[in-house]
């Protein structure tokens, strides 16, 4: 089983950490906006298999260390029950996913990683691409973000701790990519945008990933065999 970290993480000094902000597949906790559509074990069943995609595209980036952070120890306890030994399972220290993602950083930094990349559940079509560019980018600046067509971000890495930087930001709103990046230059941090990519929480947006999938061979392929289980695909 996967442990809980006191602290700062063993292990990630010079490190290269991609840390998934995730909560625990449980009936009612995840994809509430898809509930109507799916039903809620629907809806959690299909959070499972985003989790088995993001974790394994994440897997994939040469030389990092994956973790996730979840919001408590009754999440913790059910990941770590998922995911394997290799993939620590942290619970964040205050609620909230702004908290979270500032104490992901500090936590992390802490431990002397290198780089950190905080990535959210909700994109499964992600290739490990897509992380390794943003890693890669945090060589000449200071914070990179991939932005999401909502207004939010799906991830969002920097190359040292941040205090503040989600200091004021709300959360899950048409402005927080915005107010993340204006906080960023407020503390002097130099930024850099990623391409673009759909998260999924909506009706609308789970039609948009059944089109995406129907249209390529390729990618996702937990949630690509879920569609298919329960006739989507």
């Known amino acids: 089983m996967s442990e809980a970290f006191e602290g700062a993480p063993p292990g990630e000094a010079g490190r290269r950490v991609i840390a998934l902000m995730a909560k625990a597949p449980l009936p009612g906790a995840v994809k509430t906006r ?9 809806a959690a069943e299909l959070y499972a298999a985003f989790l088995a995609d993001t974790v394994a595209a994440a897997r994939r980036v040469a030389e990092a260390t994956v973790r996730i952070v979840c919001p408590d120890e009754e999440h ?28 992901a950083f500090g936590t992390h930094f802490a431990g002397r990683a290198a780089k950190v990349l905080l ?3 909700d994109s499964p079509t992600r290739p490990a691409t897509a992380f390794a560019e943003a890693l890669r980018r945090l060589d000449a600046t200071d914070v990179c973000v991939g932005p999401c067509p909502d207004g939010g971000y799906h991830l969002i890495g920097a190359r040292r701790d941040c205090p503040g930087l989600f200091d004021g930001v709300a959360t899950s709103t048409a402005g927080t990519l915005a107010q993340t990046i204006a906080r960023a230059r407020e503390l002097g941090l130099s930024t ?23 249209a390529t061979p390729d990618g996702a392929p937990a949630t690509r065999a879920w569609l298919a289980h329960t006739g989507w695909l």
């Open 34 to 42: 898809l509930s109507g559509l799916l039903g809620t074990e629907g």
């Open 119 to 121: 990535i959210s559940a």
């Open 192 to 214: 850099s945008f990623l391409p673009a990519w759909r998260d999924v929480d909506t009706a609308e947006d789970f039609e948009a990933l059944v089109a995406e999938l129907r």
């Open 76 to 103: 913790r306890r059910v990941l770590a029950e998922i995911v394997g030994p290799d993939v620590g399972v942290l619970a964040q220290a205050r609620p909230g996913l702004m908290a979270g993602l500032g104490w």
